[in-house]
């Protein structure tokens, strides 16, 4: 059985940082983009931030740009999301994604209908 496991949310002050992690177990995607997305109350699931699977392409959403990174060690099936500099509006549950359709692509989506496989979620609460 494929899963995704994320990690390292909780509830942190405007201004703090947090580092969140996804494990992949079932099956390594190792050749495979991953991305990270979030789903705050009563809104959609929007893209965060993704990486191309060696690591060397990243994209984020405009409102991450600058305070987030992701990366990813494929020797332990790893991906982080480091958050710094959070506001009140990054506030949501937080997703890890796994496009299995792609291997060895630095193509990376903002789209949901790209990946294939997604975690349970973390929440993440950025209080003023």
């Known amino acids: 059985q494929v899963r995704l496991v994320e990690s390292g949310g909780g509830l942190v002050q405007s201004g703090g940082s947090l580092t969140l992690a996804c494990v992949a177990s079932?099956?390594?995607?190792?050749?495979?983009?991953m991305g990270w997305f979030r789903q705050a109350p009563g809104k959609e699931r929007d893209f965060v931030a993704a990486?191309?699977?060696?690591?060397?392409?990243?994209y984020y959403a405009d409102s991450v740009k600058g305070r987030f990174a992701i990366s990813r060690d494929n020797a332990n099936n790893m991906v982080y999301l480091q958050m710094n500099g959070l506001k009140p509006e990054d506030t949501a549950v937080y997703y890890c994604?796994?496009?299995?359709?792609?291997?060895?692509?630095?193509?990376?989506?903002?789209?949901?209908?790209?990946?294939?496989?997604w975690g349970q979620g973390t929440q993440v609460t950025v209080s003023s």
């Open positions: 994604a796994a496009d299995a359709d792609h291997f060895y692509s630095s193509t990376l989506s903002s789209l949901r209908g790209q990946y294939d496989y």
């Open positions: 079932g099956r390594a995607f190792r050749t495979n983009p």
């Open positions: 990486i191309s699977w060696n690591g060397a392409k990243v």
